[in-house]
């Protein structure tokens, strides 16, 4: 369980990272476009583990491994946006998020499923 001050740090990673791809990563990474879902930061605030997501990307096992080459130029812009306001700017580690990718196709299932409709239950809808 993540402490109010871990809490609070995340948000803070989040949204500027987020403000800091929303106008960098066009000459970083190109027409991409990288969405940070969530933030988990250690206890010591030292390590940031970073969940993206992404769209107009061909490759995104290959656009993670992209994200850490540029790992030091995106920490230094972060360092930048943060460092009067925190002691350490934390490692970064980039982790794709497939929770849409999950939830598509759960709901692709769920679709396909041929379920019988309950006949005591259109005896109840008539009443």
Same mark, same amino acid.
């Given at each position: 369980?993540?402490?109010?001050?871990?809490?609070?740090?995340?948000?803070?990673?989040?949204?500027?990272?987020?403000?800091?791809?929303?106008?960098?990563?066009?000459?970083?990474?190109?027409?991409?476009?990288?969405?940070?879902? +969530? #933030?988990?930061?250690?206890?010591? %605030?030292?390590?940031?583990? #970073?969940?993206?997501?992404?769209?107009?990307?061909?490759?995104?096992?290959?656009?993670? &491994?992209?994200? !850490? &080459?540029? !790992?030091? &130029?995106?920490? !230094?812009?972060?360092?930048?946006?943060?460092?009067?306001? #925190?002691?350490? #700017?934390? +490692?970064?580690?980039?982790? %794709?998020? &497939?929770?849409? +990718?999950?939830?598509?196709?759960?709901?692709?299932? %769920?679709?396909? %499923?041929?379920?019988? !409709?309950?006949?005591?239950?259109?005896?109840? +809808?008539?009443?």
């Amino acid at each position: 369980m993540s402490s109010t001050r871990q809490l609070k740090y995340a948000g803070l990673i989040q949204k500027d990272l987020s403000e800091i791809f929303q106008r960098d990563s066009r000459h970083w990474f190109g027409n991409a476009f990288i969405t940070i879902t +969530e #933030v988990k930061v250690s206890p010591d %605030l030292s390590f940031a583990k #970073v969940y993206v997501s992404l769209m107009m990307v061909d490759d995104p096992a290959g656009f993670i &491994e992209l994200m !850490k &080459e540029k !790992k030091p &130029e995106i920490r !230094k812009a972060l360092g930048l946006k943060i460092g009067k306001q #925190v002691r350490i #700017v934390p +490692e970064l580690h980039f982790v %794709l998020d &497939e929770t849409q +990718e999950h939830a598509q196709k759960i709901e692709s299932i %769920l679709s396909r %499923l041929n379920i019988p !409709k309950d006949p005591d239950q259109d005896k109840n +809808e008539d009443q």
